[in-house]
């Protein structure tokens, strides 16, 4: 039984990808993506109920993930290649070669020359917990209302670039491989498979990015490749040290490893490798470019998939560096990213680069928690974790609805879109709201965050938290003239029309959008039955829910209460305001308003001027440009004393 | 808490605050009155203004606006009510910081150009005092061990001796919050400058009455926060607020509004600052 669903969580979404590739008829491929999305979430829920396990498939797998493996590599060194035969010799090319060469010749040597049996034996093979199973209904859950969420938006997506082949299988194969992959990176206890299954990743992260094919796409995609291979070659270096100090390959006995010191640098190897998946600062640069990628793959790339396994890695280690000075600094590089990319976020334009900073914030907040490390922090990190999750990906399949109404991605072509496409701009405000808004889950996390580093007992305490702050003020700046924009309306008497409902387009986000309100209404019993057992797994959780409050050691949010206020305040008046027509005067103008329903005025000879607003961007003082210089250089010199503070210690 | 503490602290919270408030509003325009020489309207004009406000007819742009001012009063009573209940003093920030966010969006959700200056100019606002807001909690955490207010209760001894330094900055807080010069620059306090009104300028009637009574229950929640510094005993505390909110009107009388630029320079560098230094103090010399 164990050994069959995980096999089916794994192994299924890979059959079910090749057989989309060879799938031309875009009907059966439709149903089958269904088909595979109701059985993930289906089994994502199976594993929910049967719980903790630990399994070891037969020892010939270990030689087919070996074989696998330098597959892999061959082909990213055949990526490299190919790209320095047809542009020449680039930062790019070198450095995909250059990464793939290091990690292939260490890996060779550990495993065929250093290590002492081929293939190394660890057991067991999987190892399913709490925190595993929270990441799977993740994957499987967002993963695939995402993926059928992709059948129109490809079809729609196709239809206006007006290809004449589809290439929708090929990008079906990748979409679905994604969540098969994962599945295995988040149940692996070996780290040789876990290094495997993160190179999958790495790869349909890589041809998901390049889809479109477009110069801008391959550059974006490569450059992905390489980040993430310098992340891969860390995970190679923390394979060897491990063995080399400890003389296993097990992640929960390296965690549950007495002799702390010893075993920094491998763990620091792997907090690079997760900084890089989760496109940490300075590595930030490849998630803004995957924005050049149809929007379900953000969605994928930002919500269930991919930069997950970072944040999922690091808060899967953390027990093992708890109280050193690794985490004083994991914690400080993850607070530094929070705050620089809330800030630069501020001068984005375009919707899905606002998104992606976020969710890199979001991110960078999780790290903290995993480096403030103590059982307030974790809660944390876990309940940020899922609530992102949700919020990240609904929002970007709106953004990709309304992308496909408006056909922008400009925040500005969104001004006053509340009138003219209710439906998906009320469910969008609602998405961005439960990001930013106390009692929402991500709220709950944040508060949580503060407490638990505000409680820290470091000397680094006082910077960490100034981070945290700022950051956290600087995220309501932009997600609030966001929302701005899309409430900005000419004043006008007539009652906006409901746009048509597509239920391949607007379920999955009514669904999203129902499980981030709820769970964050229910959030005690949610945290009692899904995050708690998980906490548990290596900490003392301090959590209590009396009264169905949020109860920390130190602290209590009172989520529902404020949940009654927000419906008394907003719900009811909304619903019990009638204006009559008479009611509805035009915006103030110094008494120069034309007598109509537009925005206009007039200027000049009476001249009518239409009237035009918009949003604040500060670009010449918050801009990239200025801000990158700084905040590039100080995120890598963070790294860089991370790394001399573990050799040296 | 006993059930008639709670109904207490909701009364307190709710019924009279409002009265403190425009008192507090009517002492503000007679003082500041006096101070450029002239007599200023007796101290309960703001009352009779507000009942005036609320017998008018209602004229707007659109519906959500309306709602948004509903939010901004009701979230910043609840705030004040988990204050009266001293519960967890960061949450309370939390929840103000939403009522904020409903102002902000009320005055984003016209296409004027006043209303939308005066909203992200507020925006700006909250990004100076907020992460001073945090800090303050946090500062008041390390020195009695938890984030309720009720412990500050339990402490025995005066907060101000070892939180002067973020009291300071609390003050910069409290001047961004209250809307006075130097950082005026959301809602300009005379309609005839270049914002017009900022963020109030597209409402009226009633719902100008609402945010006019919203910004009492602000202003009280913020003096309330400052009083926590001196307790036990409630007239130090109270005190406390009483001199900081003089010191506010002096400031507000002579200085000139700074830019936005300047102002989160002015918050985070002074204020910001002020805190962080506080923080680290306390870790250091524990107080």
């Not at chain 1, 491989?177 to 876990?194: D, I, K, P, Q």
């Not at chain 1, 439960?434 to 009692?439: D, E, G, I, Q």
């Not at chain 1, 209590?544 to 949010?557: E, H, P, Q, S």
Request: neutral net charge.
């Amino acid at each position: 039984m164990e050994g069959t669903i995980l096999a089916i969580a794994i192994m299924f979404p890979f059959f079910a990808g090749f057989i989309c590739l060879g799938l031309k008829n875009s009907r059966a491929r439709a149903s089958l993506i269904l088909f595979t999305s109701i059985a993930l979430i289906a089994l994502s829920i199976l594993f929910l109920r049967h719980g903790a396990f630990h399994y070891t498939p037969p020892a010939e797998w270990d030689i087919v993930i070996l074989v696998l493996d330098y597959v892999l590599l061959a082909y990213f060194l055949y990526i490299g290649i190919a790209d320095f035969i047809s542009i020449g010799i680039n930062i790019r090319n070198v450095f995909t070669i250059g990464l793939v060469l290091i990690q292939g010749i260490f890996l060779a040597l550990f495993e065929f020359s250093w290590a002492p049996y081929v293939p190394v034996e660890v057991e067991p093979i999987f190892f399913v917990d709490q925190l595993s199973i929270i990441m799977c209904l993740i994957i499987c859950i967002i993963g695939s209302l995402i993926c059928i969420y992709g059948i129109k938006y490809m079809e729609d997506h196709e239809r206006h670039l007006g290809l004449e082949r589809t290439k929708q299988p090929r990008f079906f194969f990748y979409m679905i491989m994604f969540l098969g992959a994962m599945n295995g990176l988040v149940f692996a206890n070996s780290l040789l498979w876990l290094c495997f299954f993160w190179e999958v990743t790495t790869l349909c992260c890589y041809a998901l990015i390049r889809h479109d094919e477009t110069p801008e796409a391959i550059g974006c995609g490569l450059r992905a490749l390489w980040m993430n291979l310098i992340g891969g070659a860390g995970f190679v270096f923390a394979i060897i040290y491990a063995f080399n100090r400890l003389g296993t390959l097990s992640l929960a006995e390296i965690i549950a490893a007495p002799g702390v010191p010893l075993l920094l640098l491998p763990l620091a190897f792997l907090c690079l490798a997760t900084f890089t998946k989760s496109a940490q600062m300075p590595f930030q640069s490849w998630l803004l470019g995957a924005m050049v990628a149809p929007t379900p793959v953000s969605a994928l790339l930002h919500s269930s998939t991919m930069v997950n396994a970072g944040v999922y890695l690091a808060l899967r280690i953390a027990p093992a560096f708890a109280g050193t000075a690794l985490s004083t600094g994991v914690a400080l590089f993850g607070g530094f990213t929070f705050m620089t990319t809330a800030i630069l976020a501020i001068s984005q334009t375009e919707a899905k680069r606002v998104l992606a900073y976020s969710t890199i914030g979001n991110l960078g907040l999780i790290i903290l928690c995993a480096g403030v490390n103590t059982p307030l922090a974790i809660t944390a990190g876990i309940t940020l974790l899922v609530f992102h999750a949700i919020s990240k990906g609904l929002l970007f399949l709106c953004v990709g609805i309304i992308e496909h109404n408006i056909w922008s991605k400009n925040i500005e072509d969104m001004q006053g879109l509340v009138s003219k496409l209710p439906l998906i701009t009320t469910i969008t405000v609602a998405g961005i709201i439960s990001m930013l808004l106390a009692p929402f889950g991500v709220l709950i996390s944040k508060w949580a965050a503060i407490e638990a580093t505000g409680a820290l007992a470091s000397y680094w305490s006082p910077l960490i938290l100034a981070l945290l702050v700022v950051g956290s003020a600087a995220t309501t700046v932009f997600w609030i003239k966001w929302l701005g924009r899309f409430l900005s309306q000419v004043p006008s008497a007539k009652r906006a029309k409901m746009e048509s409902f597509s239920p391949i387009y607007h379920a999955p986000v009514l669904l999203l959008i129902v499980g981030a309100i709820g769970l964050s209404i229910f959030v005690a019993p949610f945290y009692q039955g899904i995050i708690c057992p998980a906490v548990g797994a290596c900490y003392t959780p301090v959590v209590t829910t009396a009264n169905w409050f949020f109860w920390g050691a130190i602290g209590c949010f009172v989520a529902w209460p404020i949940f009654a206020v927000l419906a008394l305040a907003l719900v009811v008046p909304s619903l019990v305001i009638r204006l009559k027509p008479e009611q509805i005067r035009p915006a103030y103008m110094c008494g120069e308003n034309v007598e109509s329903e537009t925005a206009e005025f007039r200027s000049v000879a009476d001249e009518r001027t239409p009237l035009e607003t918009g949003g604040f961007y500060l670009a010449r003082t918050l801009g990239e440009h200025n801000l990158n210089r700084w905040f590039n250089p100080t995120a890598l010199l963070i790294l860089l004393i991370l790394f001399a503070l573990v050799v040296i210690l | 808490m006993s059930w008639w503490q709670i109904i207490l602290a909701f009364i307190l919270a709710i019924v009279v605050t409002p009265f403190i408030g425009g008192l507090l509003r009517g002492v503000d325009r007679k003082l500041t009155a006096r101070m450029q020489g002239r007599r200023g309207p007796p101290i309960q004009q703001p009352f009779y203004d507000v009942v005036k406000l609320f017998s008018k007819q209602t004229i707007t742009t659109n519906r959500t606006q309306l709602v948004l001012a509903y939010g901004y009063l009701l979230l910043i009573v609840a705030s004040l009510v988990l204050f009266a209940l001293k519960q967890d003093l960061l949450m309370v920030i939390l929840v103000l910081g939403v009522g904020s966010v409903c102002l902000v969006l009320g005055s984003l959700s016209v296409r004027s150009p006043y209303s939308q200056f005066g909203g992200h100019r507020e925006l700006l606002q909250m990004l100076a005092y907020e992460p001073i807001l945090i800090l303050v909690a946090v500062a008041i955490y390390l020195k009695t061990g938890a984030f309720f207010i009720g412990n500050i209760f339990d402490q025995g001894e005066p907060l101000l001796p070892s939180l002067w330094v973020t009291y300071l900055a609390l003050l910069i807080a409290l001047i961004i919050v209250m809307r006075k010069s130097p950082f005026d620059i959301s809602a300009s306090e005379h309609a005839h400058q270049e914002i017009v009104r900022g963020v109030f300028t597209e409402y009226s009637g009633s719902y100008l009455g609402l945010l006019e009574l919203a910004h009492w229950y602000e202003m009280v929640l913020l003096l309330s926060i400052i009083s926590l510094l001196w307790v036990p005993g409630v007239w130090p505390g109270i005190l406390l607020a009483l001199f900081s909110f003089f010191v506010v009107l002096i400031i507000d009388n002579i200085t000139a509004r700074l830019t936005w630029p300047r102002m989160l320079r002015v918050s985070w560098v002074g204020g910001l600052g002020l805190v962080v230094l506080n923080l680290v103090g306390l870790h250091f010399f524990g107080g």
